[in-house]
């Protein structure tokens, strides 16, 4: 009797107990695994991140802070209330003595209320300088919000294409199980009817209970990787997860020189530095107004008396007021001034050094992320082409194996080549996936969408 023939005799008992086994572990994977609830989709999960995660929240409540800072800065234009209330108590009236008489001067018991208003004039343009840097401040915060959005949102998709391919892994380790139970079953079949040795039983067991491991540890990683998501989703850890699989290939059409193009004129970074040369010139316009001399205007009215309700008096005046005009001019500190401006001249050109390295720093950033996804995408092409030679290895394998022209050891090479393959495959498609997202980033491009 043939061996294909010998097997056969089997096959049918074997291929209705593979179904069985396979039905039950795709329900007690669908259990274990939490595949239940809605299919969340890339976009869903950025909006649910940018709306609780703590780093967004942070980042709006610092542009909260710069426009009440804002606000506060234009109040030093406005004039300004002030009042004093107070009381003074003599040890003695005060007297003057006037042809040998002594006279009473005053009394024992002062009361006296002083408002005031105050009106700046002229500051050397110091108020306006501090008002243009609440401005660029607010406008600081404002790019930083972009900046951190902008972050989340890549870390949201990295997270999210992580669960994807600890779900491919998770596939390819079941699959390896059921390969070699299979194998492991022909192998026992063998044995009985005294064709193969013993050793190809205790070969296949070994190679399965090593799948069995490996296939914990996928779970295990699909597990962290749903945990991760949920973290940055501000959920429970353990609150199931089911993804749209969207971890495929799609052609990138965009040259280098356009991407590069978008990312200079829309990165944050590159904002913000420009923002810091405005906020050091405004630093040196500050600076300046240490030269000029500052003019105000006082109007101050004052009631006084003996009494608390300070309604005049013998000896006090109920009703007073007048109007100040100060002008002050430090017109020498030994070149202080001179000195300051100086040094926030140096401010400028340091921070116009920053933006040429910031600008550098993008342009590398994108050819890095572009070349990144350049190769992942011809890998997933070699990948494929791997996957589809390693399947015909293993099923001519498993066919020789059968007809007794291929060893137990040959199957189980060609089950390890095969998923290795598949592996490969899905591991190249994610940094394809992955890289695509940087390259978003890096073209400072906002929002869960795709180019």
Known sequence: MKPAELYNKKKVGFTWLCCCLGLFCAVGLAGADGQAGPVLTLKE?????????????????????????????????LPKFSATYSFTRLDEAPTMSLLGQTLIRGTRDNWSLDASVTQPVFTGFSLLSQYKLAELGLDVAEITMVRTRMDLVLQVKEAYFGVLQAEKSLEVAEQSVKQLEAHLEVAKNFFEVGMVP?????????????????????????????????????????????????????????ALSECTGQALELRPEIKAARRQIDITGQNVRLAESGYYPSVALSYNQTQAGDTWTVDGGPYHEAHSWNVVAVASWNFWEWGRT??????????????????????????????????????????????????????????????????????????????????????????????????????????????????
Request: some cysteine.
């Open 198 to 254: 013993k050793i190809d039983v205790l070969q296949a067991g070994v190679k399965l209970a090593q799948a069995v491991q490996d296939r914990t540890v996928a779970e295990n990683a699909l597990n962290y990787a749903r945990a991760a998501l949920n973290t940055l989703l501000r959920r429970e850890m353990d609150t199931p997860v089911v993804l749209e699989d969207i971890l495929l290939y799609k052609p990138f059409d965009k």
């Open 338 to 451: 001179r000195d300051e401006v100086q040094a926030s001249r140096s401010e400028v050109s340091k921070a116009e050094y920053a933006l040429i390295q910031v600008n550098d720093a993008v342009r590398l950033e994108v050819k890095e992320s572009y070349l990144s996804l350049e190769a992942a995408g011809k890998n997933i092409f070699v990948a494929q082409k791997a996957v589809e030679q390693a399947q015909e290895n293993y099923r001519m394998s498993e066919e020789r194996y059968r007809e007794q022209v291929a060893t137990s050891t040959e199957v189980m090479d060609a089950e390890t080549l095969l998923s290795a393959a598949r592996s490969n495959y899905y591991r190249t498609l994610y940094q394809y996936n992955l890289a695509w997202a940087a390259l978003e980033r890096a073209m400072g491009l906002d929002g869960g969408g795709r180019l």
């Open 45 to 77: 999960c950025v909006s649910m991140a940018l709306e609780k995660n703590p780093a967004m929240l942070s980042a709006e409540k610092g542009v909260e802070k710069a426009e009440w800072q804002k606000k506060q800065a234009l109040t030093g234009f």
